[in-house]
């Protein structure tokens, strides 16, 4: 991607022009709207920022080599939200969020009823965040109809009963056959690097917790001489019980319990399946398609495994509670070991050891969370064939950003662009991508995705100042050039 002209400035070497005009964008007129549009609108807001704070000339390399790498970050940002836009899964917890928010407002516009305009105000409310719940679903209800039908084109056989003539048949069994040849194996691979990395990441999570629980652990150890020597044995009691207790947290019983998950969800293909066909019959034949699609908004496949997956997040909260407590006051055994030592520590003792808890308390919470609701919803989506269709997506923005670099009127100025915008926008929506896997939200994925940009911007904008030297030098000596033949013209 480019957004401008930043190394060929001068079309000869030693001829300087007084009224110097920058290039304008070479973005191709031809790329499509929903690409060149944003990117544009983008571009022309950062230039005119820019410019508006760095006016001198003497700094004017500087200046664009800054708004090449903002532009980039922010084009990432743009490139993201489309593949995001075309691949939306909206969690669970989001569309759980609404509907609370829905039946908050419907229970006060009950309570006010005798209040009309309190009534309508709550009735307004809880009718429009019900709304937003259900586009929401449907949004991820057609999304896993894509998923879905992606996977059964790369994967499944096609037998093509249904077409008569017999050399008809048999040619499109063969053109089906010759694509799912590569197709297949591709898909395979995805899907299984996205869940190996996913797992990965719920693993390493756990881990850093045992670290910082082991943390904790061991400073209460070295204060146990502190204690008299009846409490001391109860301390001994209560580190062999979270010896236990943590048991659950290895490798071997962390592993077991996602493919419980994958078991879990082992006919969610073929349970969507006859319902995505129902759907499609219905538009096709049904005399009120409005209602049916409002009658279907909310098949989701996380509906049929909601159950499921409330019932694990409960579960693991329960463990991890019975550890390090909750926000509800419940205690767990380290509390517990805190709660023995603190009397007999000094004040400072006692705040180490409260630290280590907190840290060890947030850290245990969050790799839980990634392996019950990350991990569960991330599983879901590969079940149904999501993973492929992330990174097509991801390949076909990263792919038409590339039309501008491409379309620069040199060599010379598609290696630069290359270095400087286009190599760091793919670095930047794949870092985007690969952060999904990784179990991040999707604005944490966006947000590194663009620094990623940013950074590898500003170390292409350095490499081409070495690749080429002279066009530096250039636009420094016009810098110094132009501004007296200004002063003469004006006098």
């Known amino acids: 991607m480019t957004y401008g002209n930043y ?33 544009q609108t983008v571009e022309n807001a950062i230039n005119n920022t820019v410019d508006t704070f760095v006016k001198t000339e003497e700094n004017n390399e500087k200046k664009k080599s800054h708004k090449t790498a903002i532009a980039v970050g922010s084009s990432v940002l743009v490139l993201s939200g489309l593949v995001a836009l075309l691949n939306p899964k909206f969690s669970g917890k989001v569309v759980n969020k609404l509907k609370m928010m829905s039946h908050r407002a419907g229970t006060k516009a009950q309570k006010n009823q005798g209040d009309t ?15 937003v719940g259900d586009v929401f679903q449907f949004t991820n209800t057609l999304n896993a109809g894509k998923d879905i039908g992606f996977k059964w084109l790369c994967t499944t056989e096609k037998k093509f009963n249904s077409v008569k003539n017999k050399t008809a048949r048999q040619a499109l069994q063969k053109c089906d056959s010759l694509f799912r040849a590569p197709m297949a194996p591709v898909h395979k691979s995805i899907t299984n690097w996205f869940d190996k990395v996913s797992k ?6 756990y881990k850093s917790a045992m670290k910082k629980l082991d943390a904790f652990e061991d400073l209460a150890k070295y204060y146990k001489d502190k204690l008299p020597i009846d409490k001391q044995r109860i301390l001994d009691q209560k580190l062999r019980e979270i010896k236990t207790a943590k048991e659950y947290f290895t490798d071997a019983n962390t592993m077991t319990r996602l493919k419980t998950q994958e078991n879990l969800m082992s006919n969610l293909e073929t349970d969507l399946i006859p319902r995505y066909k129902q759907y499609a019959d219905e538009l096709l034949h ?18 049929m495994l909601m159950p499921e997956r409330n019932r694990l997040e409960k579960e693991g909260q329960e463990v991890v509670s019975a550890l390090v407590g909750d926000i509800q006051g419940t205690k767990g055994k380290f509390n517990e070991v805190a709660d ?13 050891l409260g630290k280590k808890l907190k840290n060890a308390d947030k850290s245990l919470h969050k790799a839980n969370f990634s392996e019950t609701v990350g991990y569960f919803d991330k599983k879901r989506d590969l079940m149904i064939g999501g993973a492929p269709t992330d990174i097509l997506s991801g390949l076909a923005m990263v792919g038409l950003s590339g039309i501008a670099v491409s379309t620069a009127h040199s060599k010379e100025e598609r290696i630069s662009n290359a270095i400087t915008a286009g190599f760091p926008a793919v670095a ?22 663009s620094v990623t940009g940013v950074l590898f911007s500003l170390m292409g904008s350095g490499i081409n100042r070495l690749i080429y030297p002279k066009n530096h030098n250039n636009t420094q000596m016009l810098a110094q050039n132009t501004e007296p033949k200004k002063e003469a013209v004006d006098a």
């Not at 190394?7 to 030693?14: A, E, G, V």
């Not at 001829?15 to 031809?30: A, G, M, Q």
């Not at 023995?340 to 180490?352: C, F, M, N, R, V």
């Not at 870092?431 to 939200?441: C, D, G, K, P, V």
Request: aromatic share 12%; no cysteine; proline share 5%.
């Open 7 to 39: 190394n060929s400035l001068f079309r000869q070497q030693n001829t300087f022009p007084i009224n110097f005009k920058e290039k304008e964008s070479v973005i191709d007129p031809n790329a499509p709207t929903i690409i060149s549009k944003p990117i």
């Open 117 to 131: 305009v309190k009534s309508k105000f709550y009735n307004s409310m809880s009718k429009f965040w019900k709304g």
């Open 200 to 205: 990965h990441t719920v693993q390493m999570n």
């Open 286 to 303: 049904g005399k009120n398609r409005k209602k049916t699609i409002k009658d279907n908004m909310s098949f989701w496949a996380e509906d």
């Open 340 to 352: 023995l030592l603190t009397p007999y520590l000094t004040k400072d003792e006692a705040i180490l």
């Open 428 to 449: 930047g929506v794949g870092t985007s991508i690969a952060l999904t896997a990784m179990l991040f939200s999707g604005v944490k994925s966006l947000i590194y995705g």
